[in-house]
């Protein structure tokens, strides 16, 4: 309970602090119109550095981490993964990275610090450390987005791969705890707003497959960039990363400004209001989607922390504005939903979290079926170019040469 009521506390106040520095990166922006041009590049490549050389394991969503951390057998070799140092690094970096306009998350880092603080509490209780960082990560998830739910289904779905009676009052109960701290400080809200568009059906509901199979692919190309630049890119721009990450991380920041000049779109900071604005009907730039997916990529291959989830939610509203001149029968709301859900399917693979996150979100339960179909579509789809899930992948990076638990190697 204190673990949760820790970990709902500090989700609260991550997401305050990440709004605060996005809000000022926009109004130096807004005032200076070439302000990114130097701001951007070098606080990446300042964030990168850091990160580098005295928080490594803070790099990225931090999911992998958690991940991988569940799996050692070593509590030493797991607390490097997840140490309270590593989470205060983890959200200063993620809040200087937003401030200096990286196109990243805070779910995912918000996962990491939860079982960060769960692992710390229980430092003490070897024989529990694998169940106490299931728990972290839930309440992680559920305080991030306010929606216990989908905390527990991202325990059970992405983070365990398989339910655990045992646990299940752990997980259940700090999970209660960050939804209750979550809750008393921000009171009853959805992440979104409510949306009352409906899919009623017939001829409209082709919107399903199609929200499915391209935001699947779309999902599945971005997983696979990620996932081959972690590997190692090749020839001489693989050369270039590995020799010199900082000077790749200031390319990779002078790549997103360009993008979003080149475009005249906003695809800076975590685009939750950009998803928002997409979810109200409000006019997006068709470029919007495919530029914030390439700038997501950008910001998370410079090695600076950074989670995928809002950004993800963000390509996935905008492929739904792109897809509207197919489906124009369908209104923008019901298919924002849809491709919404689809697409973090897609780059996750893990289908029932992403539609209970979304549906939670959004408060739409007329939609639920569909967005089913379209997560469940969307994860198949992205298997057929990025056969494992993007955080499952990138945790053996975390596990290579290390000591697993036996666990772990029976569920392999």
Wanted: proline share 5%; glycine share 12%.
């Amino acid at each position: 309970m204190l673990g949760g009521l820790t970990v709902g506390g500090l989700a609260v106040a991550l997401a305050y602090l990440s709004d605060e520095v996005q809000a000022i990166f926009r109004h130096v922006r807004l005032d200076f119109w070439w302000s990114p041009y130097l701001i951007t590049p070098a606080g990446l490549a300042l964030a990168a550095w850091f990160t580098k050389r005295y928080a490594p394991n803070a790099a990225g969503s931090g999911i992998p981490q958690v991940i991988a951390a569940r799996q050692l057998a070593d509590p030493t070799e797991r607390e490097t993964l997840v140490s309270i140092k590593t989470a205060l690094f983890k959200i200063a970096l993620l809040l200087f990275g937003l401030l200096c306009g990286a196109s990243a998350g805070r779910e995912g880092p918000t996962v990491q610090v939860g079982a960060s603080t769960m692992f710390a509490l229980g430092r003490r209780q070897p024989s529990r450390h694998a169940a106490l960082l299931l728990a972290g990560s839930a309440a992680g998830v559920a305080a991030a987005f306010n929606a216990p739910l989908a905390g527990i289904v991202f325990g059970i779905e992405e983070m365990s791969r398989s339910f655990e009676q045992r646990t299940s009052g752990l997980v259940i109960g700090t999970v209660v705890a960050a939804g209750l701290t979550s809750l008393a400080i921000l009171g009853d809200y959805t992440y979104f707003g409510s949306t009352p568009d409906t899919l009623p059906l017939g001829r409209g509901w082709i919107a399903v497959p199609l929200a499915g199979v391209v935001c699947g692919l779309a999902g599945g190309i971005f997983s696979r960039i990620l996932l081959e630049a972690g590997k190692g890119l090749p020839g001489l721009l693989g050369r270039f990363t590995k020799d010199y990450p900082v000077a790749f991380a200031f390319t990779c920041g002078l790549a997103i400004v360009l993008c979003a000049t080149l475009g005249n779109v906003d695809i800076y900071g975590t685009g939750y209001e950009q998803a928002k604005a997409i979810l109200r009907g409000e006019e997006m730039s068709l470029a919007f989607a495919p530029l914030k997916l390439i700038a997501t990529a950008l910001s998370s291959i410079s090695g600076i922390p950074g989670g995928l989830f809002s950004p993800s939610l963000a390509v996935g509203a905008g492929i739904a504005r792109d897809l509207t001149v197919l489906v124009p029968t369908v209104s923008i709301g019901a298919l924002a939903v849809l491709c919404m859900a689809a697409y973090l399917a897609g780059v996750v693979q893990a289908p029932i979290t992403s539609f209970v996150i979304v549906s939670e979100m959004t408060e739409n339960h007329a939609l639920v079926i569909p967005i089913m179909l379209a997560s469940l579509i969307a994860a198949g789809t992205s298997k057929a170019i990025c056969p494992e899930g993007v955080y499952h992948a990138l945790s053996k990076r975390f596990l290579a040469g290390r000591e697993l638990s036996e666990s772990s190697v029976v569920e392999e």
